[in-house]
Every structure is written in structure tokens, then in C-alpha cells.
Nanobody
Framework: QVQLVESGGGSVQAGGSLRLSCAAS????????MGWFRRAPGKEREFVAA????????EYVDSVKGRFTISRDNAKNTVYLQMNSLKPEDTAVYFC?????????????????WGQGTQVTVSS
């Protein structure tokens, strides 16, 4: 069993930056890919970014490419999402998730463990 706890969310003006962290416990995440998803008000949960086991492969949804960067520190059992040039449409609850694979996967049904989420609000 893996427990995931997100932190780093908050309120920021458009153009600003935030860095989300996802701390894992219960089992090392170094054998697994990791991902970030988000759910905006009134919308379905969507994939944001994913990273493979050692960080060699990353995937991003088109709307965040060039602005968001996913990274990981396996020694700290932690995954990060650096978010720059934030836009109001990035407002959402952001979730960290762990799949049962070492790859960077984009489908939510490939993820087995989920955090509780952290709120990100971007004002114009």
C-alpha cells in the first residue's frame, strides 16, 4: 500500500508559479512511474503529467507543455510538479497518483494509488 500526500497548492495571480510536492509513504516509489492529474470545477479529472521510474521519460498534456515540469527524487520518495506561467484555467484540485508500472502512463485507470489533492487557484 502506498500513501500519497500532496502539498504546495495555494492562490497565485496569473503568470505566477507554484511547486507542488507529493510525498509517498508505505512503500518506495522508486520502482514505479508517477503522475499528476487535476480536476477543475465542473469538469472531469484530467491527466497533467507523468514521469517514468528513473525520470528518463515524461509526458504532459498539451495545455501545460512548456510551462509545467514533473520531476522526482527517489531518495526522498517524492515527486514534484513545477508550474510556471500559471493561467486561470489551471485552477483545479491537483492529485498525485502512482501506477503499478515503471512507465510514464497517461490513463487514469492505470493508476492504483491516489492522494487527497491540493487546491491551486489562479486569479486573473
Amino acid at each position: 500500500q502506498v500513501q500519497l500526500v500532496e502539498s504546495g497548492g495555494g492562490s497565485v495571480q496569473a503568470g505566477g508559479s507554484l511547486r507542488l510536492s507529493c510525498a509517498a509513504s508505505g512503500r518506495t516509489i522508486s520502482s514505479y512511474g508517477m503522475g499528476w492529474f487535476r480536476r477543475a470545477p465542473g469538469k472531469e479529472r484530467e491527466f497533467v503529467a507523468a514521469i517514468s521510474r528513473f525520470g528518463y521519460t515524461t509526458e504532459y498534456v498539451d495545455s501545460v507543455k512548456g510551462r509545467f515540469t514533473i520531476s522526482r527524487d527517489n531518495a526522498k520518495n517524492t515527486v514534484y510538479l513545477q508550474m510556471n506561467s500559471l493561467k486561470p484555467e489551471d485552477t483545479a484540485v491537483y492529485f498525485c497518483a502512482a501506477p503499478k508500472t515503471a512507465m510514464a502512463v497517461t490513463r487514469s485507470d492505470e493508476y492504483s494509488y491516489w492522494g487527497q489533492g491540493t487546491q491551486v487557484t489562479v486569479s486573473s
